[in-house]
């Protein structure tokens, strides 16, 4: 039996059944994808610049949590400077062939674990964004929302002249999948409250240590109950978030096909497995709808 190494456990462990993308195409042409959930993950995404979380390229940092950011002034000034930098470099990602092609095949639904709101601007129609997005703000006293430009040009004229003041040259900076900047010093960086209410300001998405919203899981859950097959696309499951779908449908008899270029958490319970970009695979399997 193969084997891979798997880096999030340290050790080896039999691989997924593994076959051509031609008979997985043709396996999902059979299902239908009016019957068909994906998954999507931050290798959705790599085509388009924005780099994953666990991939040989990602970065190897501290993410804010819930509790450091609601923790005090100076983890809030911290995430906030971070996040000004590194927001152009999301702004400016466009979708790609992936994200396209998923627009491209109507299926029954997608679930994204991705912040960046690309699978909506390429057209992909009813999609559970599991972790918010990140191009709107929410104030955690009234509640009321905001675009995340509207912050970003209020944070550009709190802090004019920034980054000379700490000689940074932003096309330096490595940027996270949830724009997240590489930057360490942050001292200084005045913040933005809510304009109606006085409240802290937060991206409308979910931090490390803090839960999904239970109506959003829900959701996706019933997705994933009407569907004969869930599609894991560019994401390693390394969070229960989405591994707790793949379970579902396993569970429920569904088809369950892996598409990623490295060992995921869902491995043992996918029927068939591809190794492929991302891109490549979805490219083919838009391409063999089509035909049909």
């Not at 997924?16 to 396996?27: G, K, L, N, Y």
């Not at 430009?149 to 550009?156: F, R």
């Not at 490295?262 to 838009?286: I, K, N, V, Y």
Request: some cysteine; proline content about 5%; overall charge negative.
């Amino acid at each position: 039996m193969a084997v891979i190494r798997d880096p999030l456990r340290g050790r080896e462990r039999p691989a997924a059944p593994s076959h051509t993308d031609a008979e997985i195409i043709d396996r999902l042409l059979t299902v239908g994808a009016a019957r068909t959930v994906v998954l999507a993950g931050a290798g959705m995404s790599t085509d388009s610049g924005i780099p994953d979380y666990r991939g040989p390229d990602a970065l190897t940092r501290s993410p804010m949590t819930y509790q450091k950011f609601l923790a005090g002034p100076l983890e809030r000034s911290r995430y906030w400077a971070r996040s000004w930098v590194g927001w152009e470099r999301i702004v400016w990602a466009e979708p790609n062939a992936a994200h396209r092609s998923l627009a491209a095949l109507g299926l029954l639904g997608t679930i994204t674990q991705n912040v960046d709101g690309l699978d909506r601007s390429a057209g992909v129609q009813n999609v559970v964004e599991l972790h918010g997005r990140l191009d709107r703000i929410v104030c955690l006293s009234c509640r009321r929302t905001n675009s995340r430009q509207w912050m970003q040009d209020e944070l550009t004229r709190l802090n004019p002249g920034f980054l000379d003041r700490i000689d940074v040259d932003p096309r330096d900076i490595e940027v996270a999948p949830d724009g997240d900047a590489e930057l360490e010093q942050t001292r200084g960086f005045r913040v933005r409250d809510c304009p109606v209410c006085g409240g802290l300001l937060k991206p409308d998405l979910v931090f490390f240590g803090e839960t999904v919203d239970r109506g959003v899981v829900d959701n996706a859950l019933g997705m994933v109950e009407q569907a004969d097959a869930l599609v894991v696309l560019g994401s390693s499951l390394a969070v229960m978030s989405g591994l707790r779908f793949v379970r579902a449908a396993a569970k429920r008899g569904a088809l369950v096909v892996i598409d990623t270029d490295g060992p995921t958490r869902g491995d043992e319970l996918a029927d068939m497995r591809s190794l492929s970009r991302t891109a490549d695979f979805l490219t083919a399997w838009s391409s063999a709808a089509g035909r049909g």
